[in-house]
Each structure stands twice: as structure tokens, then as C-alpha cells.
């Protein structure tokens, strides 16, 4: 079969939606929305007449302005997810208290309202946006990440130059670089590659941002080694525009040039990593390397067809091995002069199958294979960061389209929601990725990426297997990528169940994790003090409970007590002090006690003002919930008394600790018994 | 050689087996597997949720399948994303440790429906061809049915039946289980618990029978229509046959918008969502309310009239041999005689509904005769049996609240307005995308258009009752109630204004309305108490808002229950803005605007019309275009949207900064905003005829109020509204505060007479408060007080 050439551009489609000196000040109506919505959230919050309200307004009133802002660059026409959010988000803040509950809603629906207007962009011009349009796609795209994902920095008490610079200037680099990744190695790639490098910090950190750009930068310069400036993946139009062109033979010497300053900065970009941190930017160059597959000496040139020619994966075996080298030189040059260097092979890998667990059923072997001796190799300096350049370029091992590539996005999306509503407001978590891994109800480690790897790769797997069953009867093998075009009904099938399915799997594995429900005891916050030393109350009979049951001394099934509470004035406390002192009795009189420690089960609500951290004692342990005070971040902390012995009880007591100053106190947010 | 398919109704029925048998399985999984709690108010929407979302599925596959659109699956992944995703909140609440998520997440699940019905209904539209005619697809029925059932676990278990809800719900009781009327031994035996949680007895003015047997006043025809579902499945049950009748008056919607609109489906499709899905109707859907069967019966026989002869004026074709008909005169005549059986004030209804049939039929004498003849034998029954039950021909009325000329020109505008406008209890009120109505009604004036005369003529008498009542509200009950008959007519109302929707104009104001009428159902859906205000000027909604900016909020906003002088400011200013705001650029001064806006987006409107050519047709021939004003309009639309919702956020940007520094003129000291540290509401809230009381604090010997005050000028003379209580022969005395600052005490002379206590002209502290403290002795038993209505603020 004779491949024919590709057919002309429609008029429609060569058509730019941005033409129109309309659109153009339509690009202004849009950011009216945003701006309304953030005006009417500071408004309200400033006149309420709760004294957190005001700060926790502008707060939110800036981070709505921020993440709807990049909606309205992204949301096509006629953008009702902006309008829509605008609103939605701005009655949420009007109708509920301020506290954590007003700022999780406020974040759920910004953040759906982005996912909102990306995705549709995605599904209408994603793959067709010409060099421009790719800028206004990546660029607004990578800023909503940012907001999204580190949209703590926009707490103005604690705004800084450089944090502005964090928020500001790298996702605007990462979104070029996203723009050039996706433009060679295609949308969904890049996509992946992308979600696996800013789940890690998260959001754009100098190491995600230039690992990024260094495999912009290899993904280029191997283009512009192949003599050809085409995408390496054919997607769908992405050349078309410069090749029909008709004034492309007239530029021509105007586009070498800029094609040689291109690959200048490639270069550069390539070397960058190295510049900011030699110690672990080598991994982020090296992957652009095996990315570019420079021709070495001695080497032949490119063969015409490189992706299916096998010197190919020599080659990238051979940089690959040379990174450990280099790894291991710099190893012992670290070891002989006394610095850290932090290699950490193991969690190297388990993050890999966590982040990428496709990466064992690639479809560019060569890539997947430099990307685990890579991950292997790469020192986590200054953090786990450091591995976005491995972990991204597994993903650019992956399948580009079709339902094997689904089971991969599918999780890549649920991790980068799932991590970016854990680092935002009010959770703020310090280790969001984590966190979010644990909502498996598994801790994350080796176990759990054995199970998540597993999990993929047989989706993977058995998708495959379907369509391959389906086409056994009239065609050859094939590369696993091409089995899957939807020509048989089994394997249009394959490709609308999957995703389904992978989606469906993870909601299962995510109810199965859920606790079991438990009883809470607080219907207000308890404070604790001098004043009033204790609170003790009976349990009550559980809901639904027979009356035969009821009419019996009344007790509650517990295996765990959960507690939610903070300290008042406790800055001034050692680790590890007990505060208070929990103990629970059951009918025959029997009691178990559990002593609160300070640092370790609960903390100074205001740990995060910047008095106290200048002269605290205590350090506090991490925050379960956050919330918006006077200039900072209030915090609560969550406990988990896992009871020596399961069973039933009748009465509570919590009573602070004997030799506790006096000023300090404990404010008891919840107490929960989990059967 | 093609496999053998089974006929199309035998899929059709596994389809539909499949989909009950899966519905099943998924309704049970949550009863056994979820760790929910048995009491979560989560648990009966959970185990609803399969059976709603088969129906959902069912209704997309019988779209397809009779020529509608097919719905997209990322639209449908990323409904059931969204869905996937409330559940696991709903479960995860422990582990989140938010308390008080419920209703945000009630909400999510809200959104998640309202998108799919959006989606649907768009789907949908090919069913309704390029004209409308005969019965519309039972699809525009089992829509709103399957919404009406999946809000009603939520609903039904976060409010208690109110109002007269319980009443009919304990006399569907005794019909169901005892057969008989007689509610002495469900009120002996505490059958509202079957129902409700808290006790309820006989009403004032329930007759009792000659053996002291207890009846309830109201009829028993819509407790007779509940029995069935309720002997089956108790209160849901009851409840949801009020919900398919809701559903019902929905689908009439459509069916009545082929005489008067059949040009326009797209428009009436549109007109019909408004109906079936913004409230009023999906708040009474889940009540037991007389007006929705009524409203029912009326639009039935509406629709038999206007079936009976062409309508020429129109140009609407009914059926052939349209005139005459005996089913369609059964229809008629049926629903004129139920409708008083319903409630008696009904007859107002069907007094109207007989006329028109006679004026349609051909007005001869004899059918005049035979009708008025019906309707007066059956009110004469009617009332000669409430006179041998009651002793009282209208019940707990009077005839001299039916006289028109008992009430002045003011209580019937007062009324009528608040109908529409009040804050509490009108439509506009409660569902800002009404407001649509007033430049539609001009418009059909304009055009000379049937419609208005026959809602005017079938309206007139029963608002003429209506309307000056001091009940004119609906009692308690959710907003307009008195005039939900009217609701589908309205809708239909709609229609010609909606088929001039292209202007820049035209799509903010939808934006901006429709953005806050999704907000406001949200909220009177997820907390669905709020509905039910309490006579008394108030509302939930901006009591809440009032107390937590600390300021007077409800002051902007109009009521006829308190008048001030946003009652009579928003009427005629809404009625200015919403036409011109309509109609702007394409009319008046701004038409050139039009045209250089137009020019503009040149560019954008070729792109987007060969995406909308290559998009394509749906079936039926029906072009996307006549639904959603086409790919071409999807920019400049979306752009005048957003800038509508844009205005809105802005207006909303305002309001606390104008609560906050518009100048207090009136103190209502019973609001919330007002700090008290004592005292009571006088009269008690749930006090029947509320409105001829006035609203007021009970402030006793020891006790302060401190209203928050925005000082209009350097000095004030303030007006007390109070009337003194003695309880004990001691003297009494209150003073009044700026901040810390006395500016006058008042000794009162004289008790139980309303008293105007004038202080000032005095300076005014700026940012000072004021403060009203009663003092004075306080021997044992009752204390001295004064009733505190309002304070007037004359700046100068």
C-alpha cells in the first residue's frame, strides 16, 4: 500500500481563532470574569466580621484571579467553565464560614474549572496548535499548574521575590520547553512527561523546569540532527502548516538562521542543569543526550527510518552507561572530599514504577532503559526533584495515543489532582505526593509499586493482548503502538473500555481504602486550659443501633481514636512533652490511658507565624488541616491512638497533663472512634 | 450473510431488564458493602444513585435511538469522573476531617446532574422538529422525573414535611390504612411519626364530628391520589407521585407551547428547562402541595380548549376536527370540576377555564348555560357541605376576605408585586432568570400576542382574591406558591423573547441571570429549610449574609411583607434595565455599537462557522444552530455571557462595600445584624397572619440591642417605634447610646400603645453604634420591657 501524502489544510483550519481585533479585546472581556470573581471574594471577606476572614479573602481572592486567569487564556469558546467557576467559586466563599472547609471547596472548584477548560482545549485544538498557539496553550497551561500545585506562594505575609520568581518565570520556561516537547514527541507524551516531573516537588522547581528543558533541547537538536524540523511523532497536523506554507522557500534563509540560534540555546539548555547544580543536573543533560543521540565518532549516521532501526537503543545503552559512570565518578569524588551525595538507587526505582509504573511496556525500549539506569543513577540533590529528568523521560517512552497509553495518563491525572489538591490550601501538605499515594491505604514503598506497576502493566497487557487477538487473523506483528488502531470492533472496544476501566480501578482501589465509619464525639471545638483542666462525656450508642442494644449500657465499638487538636502558647515546650492524657473505660471499669505528646501528636496552632518560628522550642509536626489567620497559616494536627485492645467503651476523658504551664492550652477539634 | 438481530422492542426491553437488574445491584451495594454510617445523610442518594444514573442512561439511549443528538463520551467520562469523585467525598469525609462538608458535597452532586441535563436536553432537540405538534416525547416527562427523584432523598431528609404538608401526608395516612377521614385515632396513635419527627395536632378550624371525631380541614382528593404510592412506599412514595406530577406540569409545558409557540422549538425547549428545572417546580417536587395537581388539571384543560379550534391568530394547526370532540370536552369538564375538590379556591380556575371553552366552542347560549350551571351546582355543593361540616361555608375564611372591596389599591399592588418581587417569597425573588418576563411580556403586548389574554383572563379572578390577602405569600410555604398555576404559561411566555436572544445584550443578561439562578437553586436545594421564610420581612439568605458582614444587607433588596424603598425602586427599575439591557446593541442609541461589534469579530465568525460546518447537522434535519444559537454566534455569545457574569460578580463586589457605607436610614431591630444580649422576637415567628403583626424585639430591664449605624451626615434625629410592657408597677427606662456616649433616656408614660420616641437632632460619633439599653428596677416574676420595631435615622 502506497502511503498517500497528507491531504491540504481546510480553510477553516488555517484560519488562526485569534485574527479578529475582536477576539483580540475578547481576550480582555475574558479576564473580566477572573477579576470580578476576585474583587467579589476580597470584598466580602474584608467586611466579614470574623477577624480571619480578611486575610483568608485576599488570599483567595488572589489565588481565584491567578488559576481562572489561566482557565480564561484556555478555556475556547464560549469558556462556560470560566463563567461558571467564577461564579460557583464566588458563592462558596459567600455562603460557607472561613476556615479549611471554605478554602478546600474554594480550591475543588477552581481546580475543576481549570481542568475544565484545559481539557477542552486539549480536546478542540491540542494537537493542532501551530507554534503560536502551542505558546498560548503551554505557557498559560504550565502557569495553572503552578498556581495550582505551589499556590501557597501567592499568600501575600509571606510573598517573596523569589517565590514570585518560582510562581512567575519557571512555569513560563516550562511551558516552552512543554511546547518544544510537544511539538516533537507529541501532546500525550509530553503531557505525561510533565505530570510525572511536577508531581515530584511539586509544581515547577528550578530541577523539574530544567530537566524539561533539557529534553526539550535533546528532543530538538535530535530533530535538527535528522536534517528534518517534523515532529519525530506524527501528530495530528503539527506539520503541516509550516511545510504547506506558501512563503516557506522565500524564509528559508532567514529560518536557518534562527534555526541555528535555536540550537544554540538548545544547547545551552542542554548544559543549563549542570550550571545550577553539577551534582545531579548531569542526569537532566544526560537524558537530553539520550533524547538528541548525538553522532559519535565512528558511528554511522541516522539511518532513515531511526525508530525502528536497532543501533539505536546501542546508543542509548552506551550514554546511559556512561551517566553511571560519570555517576559513579562523581560518587567517589564526592566520597573523597566529605559531601553527601545522597544516592538513593532503591527509592530511585520505587518512585519510577510509582510515577511511570508503564515504563515496562514501552514502546521506545531504548528511552525506558536509559531512563531506569538514569533514575538508578541520579543523586537527590537538593530533593527527590532531581528525578523529574528520569521520570520524564520513561514517559516519553511511552505509547503516544491509543488505549495503551490510557492506563498511564489515567494515573498520571489522578496523581497530579490528587497532588495538587493535597499541596493546596487548606491541606498543605509537605509531601503532597505521598499523601496522595497513601490515600491507597498503602504506605508508599516498594509494596505499593509492585502493586501499582503490576496493576498497569496487566491493564496494559490484556488491552493489548485484545486488540492483537483481534487482528492475529490478517495482519503480521507489529510494534505494540500500531496494534491498537481501532479497525476491528474489538478493538474499538479495547479502546473505549480502557481508560473506563483503568478509572474504574482506581476508584475501587480507593474506596477500599477508606476507613471504616467512626463516631464522632465533638460537635464543637473543646477547648482545654487552666481553667478547664478536662472534658469527659459518655459514649454514645452507635446510629442504627437496636433498642435491644440501646437498652443495655451504652457503649461504642473502637479499635482507633482519631484526635484533631492544637496547642496555644506551647511554643516554649520540649519535644515530646505530654500534654494531656486521653484514656477511655469500658463497661466492667477497665481503662486505657494514652499521653498526648507535644511535637509528635499534636503542635502549636501557630507554629507558622513568623514570631514563633523565630523562637520556638517545640517543633510542631505536620499540619493535618491549615487555615488562614492574621498573616499566617494556622494548623491541626491529626492523632491516631491505634488501641492496645479493640473493644467496647463507655466513657471518654481527656484531661491536660498535670505539669503543663499554665498559659498553654489544648483545643480539641475532633475526637473520632473507628470501630 | 448478516447475523440475526432480535426486533428493536425486544432489545429495547433487555435494555431496559439490564438496566433494572444493574440499578438493582448497585442500589444494594451501598446498603451492604459502603462504610456509611446507617443515620448518613448520604446513604438513601447512594442507594438511589444506580437506579437514577440507568434512568439517565436509559433516556440517552431512547434519544439516540428516536433521532436525537448522541452524547459525547468525554462529556460523559468526565460526568462520571465528577460523580466517581463526590462519592469517594462522601465517604471520605472522616478521613478529610471536614465538618460541614455535607452540603458542599450535596452541591457537587447538584452540578454533576445539572450538567447532565444540559447535555441531555440539548441532545434532545431534534425530538421537537422544526415545528411543534402533537404529543411531545416521553422523554421531556422522565427527564425531570428521574431529576425530581434523585434531589428527593436529600431534600425529603434534611427538611421535615412543613406548612400543610403534614397534615395531607396524615390524612393520605388514614385513607391508606384506615379507610376513613377520621384522624382522631392517628393523632391518638402519633401516626405522624410514619412521617415526620415532630408532633403535630388538629390545625385551628378542623371541624369535629358529632362523636368528637377529628377531620382535617383540608380536601381529601390529593391525599386520595397519594394512597397508592404511599401504601407501597410510605413517605418516598407519596413523594414521588408528587414529584411525576411535577414532572407532569413540565412536560405540559410542552405540549401546551404548540398552540401558542409551534415556530420555535428550540426556544420552547429552553422555556420548558426553565420550567421543569429552575425552581419553584423542583421545590415543590418533592412537597405535597395542592397547587402542582392543580396547576396540572388547569393545563389540561387548557390544552383541550385550545384543541377544540384552530387558533387563527397564532397560525397554530391543532389536530384535525379539532372542534368538538367529546374526550377533549371530558378532559374539560373533568379538570373545571376537580379543580375545586382540590381546593375550593380553585373554582376561581375553573370558572375561567369553562368560559374560554365556551368562547372557543362557539359560543353558543346553551353550552353557557349547561357550564355555568356545573360550576354553580358544584360550588353551591360544596359550600352547602363545608356549611354542615364547618358552620362555615369557606371553612376558616370569611366572605369578607374575598371582598375586593375590603382591600385598598395599595394591598393589591403590594401583593402583586411581592408575587413577583419580594425577597422572600417571589419568583424573581427566589429565581432571578424570571426576570426575563418583563421585556417578554412587552413584547407580546407589543405583537398582540393570545397568550397574555388567556393567562390574564384565567389568572384575573383568583389573583383578584389572591393578591390583598395579608396571606398573600402562600402562608408557609416555598416561594410563589399562589400563583405556581401560571408557572407553564409563563415559561411559554418566554419563548418569543428567547427567539431574539442573537445580541450582545440579550446573552449577558442570560449569562448573568442564569449564573445566579444555578447559585441560588444550589443553595435552596442543598439546604432546602431556607425556602421557608417566615413572614416577617426576612430571609435566610440575607439574614445570613446581614449577620456575618455585620451590616444591614436585606435594606437593598425588595419586600412586601416590611416595605421600604427598594419594594417600590426594583420594579420599575428592573423593568427599564432588563428591557433595555435586552435588547442593547441591536435597538435605540447603541445600534451603532452593534454594527462596529459585529465587524470586529469578522474573523472569529468565519473560524468558528467552518468548525460549525464541518460539526455538521443533527438528526431530524434540525440544524444545531436553531438550539444553541450555532457555532458561528459561540464567540460573540460566550464573550456577552461572560461579561454578563462579569457585572454580576461586580454587582456582587458591591454589595458588601455598600452595606458597609450606604448611610443607615432604618434600623430593624429584630435583624440579624443587630447584637442583642437579651430578649425575644415579638410576635413568635411561627404566629399565623404574621404580616398584620409588627415586627419587633421584646428588650426587658437589663438587656441591650447594639445596631450597627453608617452616619449620613455629622448630626441625626433618631424615631423609636416601641411600646411599652408593664409587668411590675416599677418605673423603667431606655436609654439611647452612641457608642459609650448617652444621648437620651426615655421614661414611658403610657403601656401597650406604639409610642414614636424622638431623640435628637444630636451629633453622631463617626463609627459609633447605637445603643438601646432598658434599666430599672427588677423585682421577682416578670420584667418591664418595651417592644422595639425600628428606629428611623433622619441624617442631617
Not at chain 1, 88 to 103: C, I, N, S, Y
Not at chain 1, 227 to 241: D, Q, V, Y
Not at chain 1, 339 to 351: D, K, T
Request: aromatic share 8%.
Amino acid at each position: 500500500m502506497v502511503e498517500q501524502p497528507s491531504p491540504p489544510p481546510r480553510a477553516a483550519e488555517t484560519i488562526p481563532p485569534d485574527r479578529g481585533l475582536g477576539a483580540r479585546a475578547g481576550g480582555l472581556f475574558r479576564m473580566l470574569a477572573p477579576v470580578a470573581a476576585a474583587a467579589a471574594i476580597s470584598a466580602f471577606g474584608s467586611h466579614e466580621q470574623a477577624p480571619a476572614a480578611g486575610p483568608e479573602g485576599a488570599y483567595l481572592g488572589l489565588l481565584t484571579a491567578a488559576v481562572l486567569g489561566s482557565a480564561a487564556v484556555l478555556a475556547p469558546m464560549p469558556a462556560a467553565e470560566l463563567g461558571l467557576g467564577a461564579v460557583l467559586v464566588t458563592a462558596a466563599f459567600w455562603g460557607l464560614p472561613p476556615g479549611p472547609l471554605r478554602g478546600a471547596c474554594v480550591t475543588l472548584l477552581l481546580a475543576a474549572a481549570w481542568v475544565a477548560a484545559v481539557s477542552r482545549r486539549l480536546a478542540t485544538t491540542g494537537s493542532r496548535e501551530g507554534r503560536a498557539g502551542a505558546l498560548s496553550l503551554f505557557v498559560p497551561l504550565a502557569l495553572g499548574a503552578q498556581f495550582l500545585l505551589r499556590g501557597k506562594l501567592l499568600f501575600l505575609p509571606e510573598m517573596q521575590w523569589r517565590g514570585l520568581a518560582a510562581l512567575l518565570v519557571l512555569p513560563v520556561v516550562g511551558g516552552f520547553a512543554l511546547a518544544a516537547l510537544a511539538r516533537r514527541q507529541g501532546l500525550g507524551r509530553a503531557l505525561t512527561a510533565a505530570a510525572a516531573a511536577l508531581v515530584l516537588a511539586p509544581g515547577w522547581t528550578v530541577a523539574s523546569t530544567l530537566a524539561l528543558a533539557a529534553l526539550a533541547a535533546g528532543s530538538h537538536l535530535a530533530s535538527r540532527s535528522q536534517g528534518s524540523h517534523l515532529p519525530a511523532e506524527p501528530a495530528r497536523g503539527a506539520g503541516n502548516r509550516r511545510a504547506g506554507s506558501p512563503a516557506f522557500p522565500a524564509a528559508l534563509p532567514k529560518l536557518a538562521a534562527l534555526a541555528a540560534l535555536a540550537a544554540l540555546v538548545a544547547i545551552a539548555a542542554l548544559c543549563a542543569p549542570i550550571a545550577w547544580q553539577p551534582r545531579a543536573g548531569w542526569v537532566a543533560a544526560a537524558a537530553g543526550l539520550v533524547l538528541w543521540r548525538p553522532p559519535l565518532p565512528g558511528w554511522p549516521r541516522r539511518h532513515p527510518h531511526p525508530r525502528t532501526h536497532p543501533r539505536k537503543l546501542h546508543q542509548a545503552i552506551l550514554l546511559a552507561l556512561l551517566a553511571l559512570l560519570a555517576a559513579a565518578g562523581l560518587f567517589l569524588l564526592a566520597a573523597r572530599f566529605g559531601a553527601p551525595f545522597h544516592l538513593r538507587p532503591g527509592s530511585s526505582l520505587v518512585l519510577l514504577a510509582l510515577v511511570v509504573p508503564a515504563f515496562l511496556l514501552p514502546t521506545r525500549p531504548h528511552l525506558a532503559l536509559a531512563a531506569l539506569l538514569l533514575a538508578v543513577a541520579t543523586p537527590w540533590v537538593p530533593d527527590r526533584s532531581a528525578l523529574a529528568a528520569p521520570l520524564a523521560l520513561a514517559a516519553l517512552a511511552l505509547p503516544a495515543a491509543g488505549p495503551l497509553a490510557a492506563p498511564q495518563r489515567v494515573w498520571s491525572a489522578a496523581l497530579a489532582a490528587g497532588t495538587a489538591l493535597l499541596a493546596a490550601y487548606p491541606w498543605l501538605r509537605a509531601d503532597p505526593l505521598a499523601a496522595t499515594l497513601g490515600l491507597t491505604g498503602a504506605t508508599p514503598g516498594p509494596r505499593l509499586a509492585v502493586l501499582v506497576a503490576g496493576a498497569v502493566t496487566t491493564l496494559i497487557a490484556l488491552t493489548a493482548l485484545a486488540a492483537r487477538t483481534a487482528r492475529s487473523a490478517r495482519t503480521a506483528p507489529t510494534p505494540l503502538e500500531s496494534r491498537l488502531a481501532p479497525a476491528t470492533p474489538l478493538a474499538a472496544f479495547a479502546a473505549r473500555v480502557t481508560p473506563a476501566a483503568a478509572g474504574g480501578a482506581l476508584c475501587v482501589a480507593l474506596l477500599l481504602a477508606l476507613p471504616a465509619p467512626g463516631v464522632p464525639l465533638l460537635a464543637q471545638v473543646v477547648p482545654l486550659d487552666g481553667a478547664h483542666p478536662s472534658w469527659e462525656t459518655d459514649l454514645p450508642a452507635p446510629a442504627g443501633a437496636s433498642a435491644a442494644a440501646a437498652s443495655g449500657p451504652v457503649s461504642t465499638q473502637a479499635a482507633t481514636l482519631v484526635v484533631d487538636s492544637s496547642l496555644t502558647h506551647a511554643a516554649g515546650l520540649p519535644f515530646g512533652a505530654a500534654v494531656a492524657v486521653v484514656s477511655l473505660r469500658r463497661a466492667d471499669g477497665a481503662s486505657l490511658a494514652w499521653t498526648v505528646r507535644a511535637g509528635k501528636d499534636t503542635g502549636e496552632w501557630a507554629a507558622r507565624r513568623p514570631d514563633v518560628v523565630a523562637s520556638a522550642r517545640l517543633r510542631s509536626p505536620a499540619a493535618w488541616l491549615s487555615w488562614v489567620d492574621d498573616g499566617f497559616f494556622a494548623q491541626l494536627y491529626r492523632a491516631r491512638w491505634p488501641l492496645p485492645a479493640a473493644g467496647r467503651f463507655v466513657h471518654l476523658r481527656v484531661e491536660l497533663a498535670a505539669r503543663l504551664p499554665s498559659d498553654v492550652g489544648l483545643a480539641l477539634y475532633q475526637l473520632e472512634l473507628r470501630p | 450473510v448478516s447475523a440475526w438481530q432480535p426486533p428493536a422492542r425486544i432489545r429495547w426491553a433487555a435494555a431496559i431488564g439490564c438496566g433494572v437488574a444493574l440499578a438493582a445491584a448497585g442500589s444494594a451495594a451501598p446498603r451492604r458493602w459502603l462504610p456509611l454510617a446507617p443515620d448518613d445523610p448520604f446513604r438513601s442518594t447512594l442507594v438511589l444513585l444506580p437506579w437514577i444514573l440507568v434512568a439517565l442512561s436509559l433516556v440517552q439511549h431512547w434519544t439516540a435511538r428516536r433521532g436525537g443528538w448522541r452524547l459525547s463520551a468525554a462529556g460523559t467520562a468526565a460526568e462520571l469522573a465528577a460523580l466517581g469523585l463526590c462519592v469517594l467525598l462522601v465517604l471520605a469525609r472522616p478521613l478529610l476531617g471536614l465538618s460541614g462538608s455535607e452540603q458542599p458535597i450535596a452541591a457537587g452532586f447538584l452540578l454533576v446532574l445539572a450538567h447532565r441535563l444540559a447535555r441531555q436536553l440539548r441532545a434532545a432537540r431534534p425530538l421537537l422538529g422544526r415545528r411543534l405538534t402533537g404529543v411531545p416525547d416521553a422523554v421531556f416527562f422522565v427527564l425531570p422525573f428521574a431529576a425530581y427523584l434523585a434531589i428527593l432523598p436529600w431534600s425529603a431528609e434534611h427538611r421535615q414535611p412543613d406548612g400543610d404538608e403534614p397534615y395531607y401526608l396524615l390524612l393520605t395516612h388514614s385513607l391508606a390504612y384506615d379507610g376513613d377521614a377520621d384522624l382522631t385515632n392517628n393523632y391518638a396513635r402519633g401516626d405522624w411519626r410514619h412521617f415526620m419527627a415532630r408532633p403535630i395536632g388538629p390545625q385551628p378550624g378542623d371541624p369535629v364530628g358529632p362523636h368528637g371525631e377529628l377531620y382535617s380541614r383540608h380536601n381529601a382528593l390529593l391525599p386520595l391520589l397519594l394512597v397508592p404510592a404511599y401504601r407501597l412506599a410510605g413517605k418516598l412514595g407519596a413523594l414521588a407521585t408528587m414529584a411525576a406530577m411535577a414532572a407532569a406540569l413540565a412536560w405540559m409545558t410542552l405540549r401546551l407551547a404548540r398552540h401558542y409557540v409551534p415556530d420555535h422549538p428550540g426556544e420552547a425547549l429552553v422555556a420548558y428547562a426553565l420550567v421543569a428545572f429552575a425552581s419553584p417546580l423542583p421545590l415543590y417536587s418533592y412537597q405535597v402541595w395542592v397547587e402542582v395537581p392543580a396547576a396540572l388539571l388547569a393545563m389540561l384543560a387548557l390544552d383541550a380548549i385550545l384543541d377544540l379550534a384552530p387558533d387563527t391568530r397564532a397560525g397554530a394547526q391543532t389536530s384535525a376536527g379539532a372542534r368538538g370532540g367529546s374526550t377533549r370536552w371530558l378532559v374539560i369538564l373533568g379538570a373545571a370540576l376537580l379543580l375545586p375538590l382540590v381546593k375550593i379556591r380553585f373554582m376561581l380556575i375553573s370558572g375561567p377555564l369553562l368560559a374560554l371553552a365556551w368562547w372557543r366552542a362557539g359560543r353558543r347560549r346553551r353550552s353557557l348555560a349547561i357550564l355555568a350551571l356545573l360550576v354553580l351546582a358544584l360550588g353551591a355543593a360544596i359550600l352547602l357541605l363545608n356549611l354542615h361540616l364547618y358552620g362555615n361555608a369557606l371553612k376558616v375564611h370569611s366572605w369578607e376576605e374575598i371582598d375586593p372591596s375590603n382591600y385598598s389599591p395599595l394591598a393589591y399592588l403590594s401583593g402583586l408585586l411581592g408575587i413577583f418581587y419580594d425577597a422572600a417569597f417571589g419568583l424573581f425573588g427566589s429565581t432571578p432568570i424570571w426576570l426575563l418576563l418583563l421585556p417578554a411580556a412587552l413584547l407580546l403586548l407589543w405583537r398582540g400576542h393570545q397568550l397574555p389574554v388567556h393567562l390574564g383572563f384565567l389568572m384575573f379572578p383568583y389573583l383578584v382574591i389572591v393578591a390583598p390577602r395579608g396571606e398573600w405569600y402562600g402562608g408557609w410555604s416555598p416561594p410563589f406558591r399562589y400563583a405556581l398555576l401560571a408557572l407553564p404559561l409563563l415559561g411559554i411566555a418566554l419563548v418569543p423573547l428567547l427567539a431574539e436572544r442573537r445580541q450582545a445584550g440579550a446573552r449577558a443578561l442570560m449569562g448573568a441571570l442564569g449564573a445566579l439562578t444555578l447559585v441560588l437553586l444550589l443553595v435552596w436545594i442543598t439546604v432546602p429549610g431556607w425556602t421557608y421564610n417566615f413572614a416577617d420581612g426576612r430571609t435566610f439568605l440575607l439574614d445570613g449574609l446581614g449577620a456575618r458582614l455585620g451590616a444591614a444587607v436585606a435594606r437593598f433588596f425588595p419586600s412586601s411583607v416590611r416595605p421600604r424603598a427598594a419594594t417600590w425602586i426594583w420594579p420599575p427599575a428592573s423593568l427599564l434595565m432588563v428591557t433595555l439591557a435586552w435588547w442593547w446593541p441591536n435597538r435605540g442609541p447603541w445600534k451603532s455599537w452593534g454594527e462596529r461589534w459585529r465587524a470586529w469579530h469578522a474573523a472569529d465568525r468565519s473560524a468558528a462557522e467552518g468548525t460549525g460546518r464541518r460539526r455538521g447537522q443533527g438528526a431530524n434535519g434540525a440544524p444545531r444552530a436553531a438550539f444553541g444559537g450555532g457555532a458561528g454566534g459561540a464567540g460573540i455569545a460566550g464573550l456577552a455571557g461572560l461579561a454578563g457574569i462579569a457585572a454580576l460578580l461586580a454587582a456582587a463586589a458591591l454589595l458588601p462595600v455598600a452595606a458597609a457605607r450606604w448611610p443607615t436610614h432604618v434600623i430593624e431591630l429584630e435583624d440579624r445584624e443587630v447584637v442583642k444580649s437579651g430578649g425575644h422576637p415579638y410576635p413568635d415567628r411561627w404566629v399565623i397572619e404574621r404580616t398584620s403583626y409588627r415586627g419587633s424585639w421584646v428588650l426587658r430591664v437589663g438587656e441591650r440591642l447594639t445596631a450597627p449605624v453608617v452616619p449620613g451626615g455629622r448630626r441625626v434625629r433618631l424615631r423609636l417605634s416601641t411600646e411599652f410592657i408593664r409587668n411590675q408597677p416599677v418605673p423603667f427606662t431606655l436609654d439611647f447610646l452612641a457608642g459609650g456616649r448617652l444621648l437620651a433616656s426615655w421614661t414611658p408614660a403610657r403601656e401597650r400603645v406604639w409610642e414614636r420616641v424622638t431623640v435628637g437632632p444630636v451629633d453622631w460619633p463617626a463609627g459609633a453604634p447605637l445603643v438601646l439599653a432598658a434599666h430599672g428596677p427588677s423585682p421577682p416574676g416578670q420584667l418591664n420591657g418595651a417592644l422595639l420595631d425600628r428606629v428611623d435615622l433622619d441624617w442631617r
